[in-house]
């Protein structure tokens, strides 16, 4: 049985094997509109997982792009919550996007998301899930585990549709079990 630093290795080889492979958020984004339609009307801050899956449904543009660009640089809510030095980088990428061939457009621009920015979203509301304040309630919660189901089934969704879901399963599976083993331990 491999260790959990060998097992979490391969898992992450394997994500960046299959990096811009498609995934189709069929099950994650209606949790993920959950999230942000409740949050909003109890006026709490989007985690901001869920602001990072949503920047991928839409193609941003401006301030939208200011704020993608600062929540997947410096795990922010939005560009202005970030210093004067850290938003003339972000200008400085925006700018420099802007300039990308019109007709193609940037990848970074483009709405959708791939495999490997699903994986990193997963795993960052992992740990949303598990330091929420006690001052969301327990719907907002709710909806969150239902958006980690949901994208877990998303990711292996698009492992079976890209043909390297036996792959990826065989990796998840290590690295539970290596988990669960360190636990008995």
């Known amino acids: 049985m491999a260790t959990q630093g060998s097992a979490l290795a ?3 080889a394997t994500t960046m094997e299959h990096y811009n492979a498609p995934v189709n958020p069929a ?3 209606p949790a993920a509109e959950r999230v942000v339609s409740r949050v909003r009307i109890i006026r709490k801050p989007v ?5 990072r899956f949503m920047d991928r449904m839409s193609a941003p543009k401006g301030q939208r792009l200011r704020d993608k660009l600062a929540r997947d640089l410096h795990s922010v809510p939005d560009y202005t919550s970030l210093p004067q030095d850290k938003q003339r980088g972000v200008d400085e990428l925006h700018d420099a996007l802007a300039w990308h061939n019109p007709a193609t457009g940037h990848p ?6 791939t495999f ?3 994986r990193h979203i997963l795993v960052q509301t992992y740990k949303e899930i598990g330091s929420i304040r006690a001052d969301y309630p327990q719907d907002v919660r709710h909806a969150l585990n239902d ?17 390297f879901y036996d792959q990826y399963s065989r990796t998840q ?3 539970r079990d290596s988990i669960m083993k360190g636990m008995r331990a």
């Open 10 to 12: 391969q898992l992450e």
């Open 27 to 29: 099950h994650s984004l």
């Open 47 to 51: 985690p901001l997982p869920v602001q």
């Open 108 to 113: 970074y621009l483009k709405a959708g998301l």
């Open 116 to 118: 490997a920015e699903g």
């Open 147 to 163: 958006f980690v189901t949901g994208l877990q089934k998303d990711l292996d969704d698009a492992a079976k549709r890209a043909g």
């Open 173 to 175: 599976a290590d690295l």
